[in-house]
C-alpha cells in the first residue's frame, strides 16, 4: 500500500467511519466494529467505501433491525464486520458476502461496476437468510 492509498484510507476513516461505526452500533444495540482492509483496495475505490458500502450496510443493517428479533438475531451471530475489495475484472462473479464465527464479511469490488458490488436489499436477504 502506498502513500497515496494511506492518506487516502485516513481521510476516509477521519471523515467518515466513526459516524459510520456509532451508527451502526446504535442500529444494532451492541459494538460492532468494522475492520476496512485497506489494504485490498485500489486507490480509486478508496474513495467509495462511503457511499457505496457503508452506506449500503447500514442502510440494510436498519431494515434487519427494524424489531427486536432482528436486533436480537445480529447480535447474537455478528461480532465484527471485514470489508475487502477486490478488482472490477470478474467481481460479478467473486464477489461474496459470508458470515461465519461471528464475522461478516463483505467482498466486493466497492468502486467498480454495479454489478461488482451489493446493494442493501442483498446485504438484507442474505443476513436474514444467514441468521
Not at 57 to 74: F, H, N, P, Q
Not at 80 to 108: H, R
Amino acid at each position: 500500500m502506498g502513500l497515496q492509498e494511506k492518506r487516502a484510507a485516513k481521510s476516509i476513516e477521519d471523515q467518515y467511519l466513526e459516524n459510520y461505526q456509532n451508527e451502526i452500533n446504535e442500529i444494532v444495540g451492541k459494538d460492532l466494529p468494522i475492520n476496512i482492509n485497506w489494504d485490498t483496495f485500489e486507490l480509486d475505490y478508496i474513495k467509495f467505501v462511503p457511499s457505496v458500502c457503508l452506506q449500503r450496510l447500514t442502510d440494510a443493517l436498519k431494515a434487519v433491525c427494524s424489531d427486536d428479533m432482528g436486533k436480537e438475531a445480529i447480535a447474537e451471530s455478528v461480532n465484527s464486520i471485514e470489508v475487502y475489495c477486490i478488482p472490477n475484472e470478474g467481481a460479478e462473479t467473486n464477489k461474496e458476502l459470508k458470515l461465519e464465527n461471528g464475522v461478516f464479511a463483505l467482498t466486493a469490488c466497492w468502486g467498480g461496476h454495479h454489478s461488482g458490488f451489493f446493494n442493501d436489499l442483498v446485504i438484507r436477504e442474505y443476513l436474514e437468510n444467514n441468521l
